[in-house]
């Protein structure tokens, strides 16, 4: 049997090869987001969207906590909010109102992803929001947006002003809420989730220091935010070089979100 094969073996009758990959690297990334602690309970959530032109994605269950979840307990939904495959838990509500909202105007969005974590909510509470302090927070700051926060997300009008604070970034801090990246691919948007919680961390630990943060010239902060620009090359980087080995530890750990 080639491999090929033997990947088609594992695929659902009911659901084509693409749909299937995108959920197995979806329960990949709720499994990594627990094994790096970033998880919040059975809250905050993970979305991918549905190869195809109807604008279905992916989610979790709401219940399940995220080391639980695996690539066929992954609920499909669409732009309404309408499930549109079985299963015995909903959806999150607040999570539905973020995630349709961003995949419902961007096209390049294949994945976004949300936490709560203590340094990430930290740093979106501050008035100065992330600094470039250092080279893992240039990696961001040259493409993050900020969106004030207006309560638990329950209410749909506020999607319209979601989109237009997001506009084309893949990072975003919302004010005293959490992280939020977007990938054209789970795992561009993994990548930069790490990156982006790495550096509010650095923020964190750099502010408990005192005021003695080491000063960045403004002209080697644009020098990255130049180089840096070709998003091509960061999805490269991340599908090629970054997300195989973490499905390679995941594997070691725990194969079974690919169930």
């Known amino acids: 049997m080639s491999p090929a094969e033997a990947r088609l073996k594992d695929v659902p009758a009911t659901m084509s090869e693409a749909e299937w990959s995108q959920r197995v690297n979806l329960a990949a990334a709720y499994r990594l987001v627990a094994y ?10 993970i979305s991918a969207r549905v190869p195809g032109p109807e604008h279905h994605f992916l989610i979790n269950p709401y219940g399940l906590m995220f080391d639980e979840i695996t690539a066929s307990s992954l609920v499909k939904v669409d732009l309404d909010g309408n499930q549109l495959t079985e299963s015995e838990y909903s959806i999150n509500p607040a999570g539905f109102t973020i995630h349709s909202a961003i995949h419902e105007v961007r096209e390049d969005a294949g994945c976004v992803l949300h936490l709560h974590t203590p340094d990430g909510t ?26 004030d926060y207006e309560g638990i997300a329950l209410d749909h009008d506020e999607r319209p002003r979601l ?21 054209r691919s789970v795992a561009s948007a993994f990548e930069r989730m790490f990156h982006l919680e790495r550096a509010c961390t650095m923020q964190v630990r750099t502010r408990m220091l005192g005021p003695t943060a080491y000063p960045v010239d403004p002209a080697v902060v644009e020098k990255n935010a130049r180089l840096l620009q070709n998003r091509d090359r960061a ?5 090629t070089l970054v997300w195989p080995p973490l499905l390679r530890k995941l594997d070691r750990l725990d194969p079974s979100y690919k169930t």
């Open 163 to 183: 989109q237009r604070d997001l506009g084309d970034k893949n990072h975003m801090l919302l004010r005293n809420h959490g992280t939020l990246t977007v990938g």
């Open 235 to 239: 999805e490269l980087r991340a599908t």
């Open 36 to 45: 790096y602690g970033w998880d919040d309970l059975v809250d905050t959530h």
């Open 122 to 147: 930290a740093v979106a509470s501050c008035v100065e929001g992330l600094l470039p302090l250092n080279q893992t927070a240039q990696l961001v700051t040259h493409d993050l947006a900020y969106h």
